[in-house]
């Protein structure tokens, strides 16, 4: 297993895009954020395990589908 990207979709209501949020370790995108809500309390704190989401904002395991999520 490798670290992979974790990526959130842009939040228009605050004014920004995609952004590259920090890299887990796992499987799939979940098991890769948990990875990292395991080593970062705030992600930890608005990590939403069913929506799979973080502020609101659908988490993605790559920069192309979260920006294409913004537009």
Not at 42 to 55: E, V
């Amino acid at each position: 297993m490798h670290l992979k990207e974790i990526w959130c979709e842009g939040d228009p209501r605050r004014d920004y895009t995609a952004c590259n949020l920090g890299y887990g370790k796992g499987e799939t995108l979940e098991e890769d954020c948990e990875d990292w809500a395991s080593r970062h309390e705030f992600f930890n704190t608005h990590f939403d395990r069913n929506k799979m989401s973080y502020l609101g904002c659908k988490l993605f395991d790559n920069e192309v589908e979260a920006r294409d999520s913004w537009n």
